[in-house]
């Protein structure tokens, strides 16, 4: 079984930083990486498939990379309402434990 | 507008079996491998069990097998979610979502990310 590892698990920062969230898996997974934000009360929102293609609707600030183990999401400068969890997934399955990037 | 309504949560006893519905709207349900996903109070996200759009191979996570089997009716454009012999860590809330791109070849099923996402619906497991 394919194991996510996400770190760090709590991020702490100030708006208008940048955020730097990593995924590591336990074997490969090509390019099959997807990014979600998920918002106290709410559904998870796709952010990133494919390791680094942004979903629909979501702002250029937003940017995944990575490929094979190491995957890095990357929050250019972070707006208030990108306070949040965000898991990452392999090919449609298993998740990351998280990270919550927080207010500083 | 695409949408998917989780209902059929509610409180239930160890040992007891529910049933779990998603309507979808919006878009052409039997094109599209469909998951559930779960959230336990204060914990992260664990996937569930997914179907490809024909309801033919279905997969569940090893912490429901036996248990929970996911369906389908296309002509209903609904996704179910049986859950038999309910366990205290079962309690989570449970949501429903679109797969885009998964689908099953002869050989093998490929999965893909969730593009859509239900607001989820709260099983509760207690005596």
């Known amino acids: 079984e394919i194991v996510l590892t996400q770190s760090p698990a709590t991020l702490s920062l100030s708006p208008g930083e940048r955020a730097t969230l990593s995924c590591r898996a336990s074997q490969s997974v090509g390019i099959y990486l997807a990014w979600y934000q998920q918002k106290p009360g709410q559904a998870p929102r796709l952010l990133i498939y494919?390791?680094?293609n942004r979903a629909t609707g979501i702002p250029a600030r937003f940017s995944g990379s990575g490929s094979g183990t190491d995957f890095t999401l990357t929050i250019s400068s972070l707006e208030p309402e990108d306070f949040a969890v965000y898991y990452c997934?392999?090919?449609?399955?298993?998740f990351g434990g998280g990270t919550k990037v927080e207010i500083k | 507008q695409v949408q998917l309504v989780e209902s059929g949560g509610g409180v239930v006893q160890p040992g007891r079996s529910l049933r779990l519905s998603c309507a979808a709207s919006g878009f052409t349900f039997s094109s599209y491998a469909m998951h559930w996903v779960r959230q336990a109070p204060g914990k992260g996200l664990e996937w569930v069990a997914v179907?490809?759009?024909?309801?033919?191979?279905?997969y569940n996570a090893d912490s429901v097998k036996g248990r929970f089997t996911i369906s389908r009716d296309n002509s209903k454009n609904t996704l179910y979610l049986q859950m038999n012999s309910l366990r205290a860590d079962d309690t989570a809330v449970y949501y429903c979502?679109?797969?885009?791109?998964?689908?099953?070849?002869?050989?093998?099923?490929?999965?893909?990310?969730?593009?859509?996402w239900g607001n989820g619906t709260t099983v509760t497991v207690s005596s």
């Open positions: 179907i490809p759009y024909d309801g033919g191979r279905k």
């Open positions: 494919d390791a680094s």
């Open positions: 979502a679109r797969d885009p791109r998964g689908h099953c070849s002869s050989t093998n099923c490929y999965w893909a990310y969730m593009d859509v």
């Open positions: 997934q392999r090919a449609g399955l298993t």
